[in-house]
């Protein structure tokens, strides 16, 4: 499984657009998928958005702050409820162009990927080229 991450604050403007650009990329791939949006604590209608994508769409999980924590807290929110063998980390919707999505192609090639993976004696390097 692929696991997409992608902080949200205050991007109303831009999220369907955006969802509607990962879904089509995402829903292409041979190997399942989810997408993770953190909502940051925005104070515009994001999170009642994303909780519209949520409702209708399986692959989507809503996590929501209470108030601004920040992207980096958001990103490890995101990285702490992602069930996937590989986590793509995406800044958000205002960082990215909605309607070019995410780019998967060669995604692995030619890199030596690696994660860490938490374990008992702290933590254990694992290859992902092969899942992406």
């Given at each position: 499984m692929l696991?997409?991450?992608?902080?949200?604050?205050?991007?109303?403007?831009?999220?369907?657009?955006f969802h509607a650009a990962v879904k089509t990329v995402m829903g292409n791939l041979p190997e399942s998928w989810e997408v993770i949006y953190v909502n940051d604590g925005s104070r515009d209608k994001s999170l009642s958005l994303l909780l519209d994508i949520q409702r209708r769409d399986p692959h989507?999980?809503?996590?929501?702050?209470?108030?601004?924590?920040?992207?980096?807290?958001?990103?490890?929110?995101?990285?702490?409820?992602?069930?996937?063998?590989?986590?793509?980390?995406?800044?958000?919707p205002a960082g990215s162009a909605a309607e070019n999505g995410p780019s998967l192609e060669n995604r692995g090639e030619g890199c030596n990927?690696?994660?860490?993976?938490?374990?008992?004696?702290?933590?254990?390097?694992?290859?992902?080229?092969s899942v992406l």
């Open positions: 696991s997409v991450v992608v902080p949200i604050y205050n991007e109303e403007e831009n999220i369907v657009a989507v999980s809503v996590v929501e702050f209470s108030r601004n924590f920040g992207h980096q807290a958001a990103l490890t929110a995101g990285l702490q409820v992602a069930r996937g063998d590989a986590v793509m980390l995406i800044s958000g990927c690696r994660a860490l993976q938490p374990c008992r004696e702290g933590f254990a390097r694992k290859d992902v080229s």
